[in-house]
């Protein structure tokens, strides 16, 4: 990572770490680097956890879409932590495999394939097209989309976090993306 180690946190910092701890069994990866904000560290993990445990979309949508805006930037942390868990919440490995290869992933689940379209449309054009729209709005409805378009943000801010500080990789895993610059995996 470019940035050292947090060696000393300051009180606000501590409580916020042993909270996080608390929610997601360890302060690692992004909030290493948020914890040094400690009031916008708070807000994103506020919003990254209505994002992946309480959003209106069902479990595998929300695992996608957080695989959607990993694979964009190509935030290979945030894929390896991800890719297992939308595995087992439903979404189709071999469609995570073309994903990540960069091709046209095909999901079995419409629903999925609906969503990845949705998400690629607006992170690679910044618009939905009329269609695309329509469709989202009676499928996940009001809440669902912009529940949607919350999270490709969060999760588009992560991934800009973890390429731009170069979190490391997780020790058990390597490179999703093996062309990608940048990264290295931490020894385990």
Not at 17 to 24: F, G, H, V
Not at 90 to 115: Q, S
Request: net charge negative; charged share 25%; hydrophobic share 40%.
């Amino acid at each position: 990572m470019r940035l050292g180690p947090l060696t000393e946190l300051s009180p606000e910092q501590a409580e916020l770490s042993a909270r996080i701890t608390a929610r997601r069994g360890g302060t690692r990866g992004p909030f290493l680097v948020w914890l040094r904000s400690p009031q916008l560290c708070e807000r994103v993990e506020a919003l990254g956890a209505y994002c992946r445990f309480e959003s209106a979309l069902p479990l595998h949508l929300r695992e996608l879409s957080l695989l959607v805006a990993a694979r964009h930037f190509s935030a290979q942390y945030s894929w390896n932590a991800h890719v297992d868990k939308a595995v087992e919440a439903g979404v189709d490995r071999a469609a995570i495999e073309r994903m990540a290869r960069g091709e046209k992933p095909e999901f079995p689940d419409p629903d999925a394939e609906l969503l990845h379209r949705f998400a690629t449309e607006v992170l690679e054009t910044h618009f939905v097209s009329d269609e695309t729209f329509a469709e989202g709005l009676e499928r996940f409805g009001e809440q669902g989309l912009v529940d949607l378009i919350g999270s490709l943000g969060n999760y588009s801010m992560l991934a800009m976090l973890l390429n731009t500080f170069q979190v490391d990789l997780q020790p058990d895993r390597q490179p999703p993306f093996p062309d990608v610059r940048g990264y290295r995996r931490i020894a385990g």
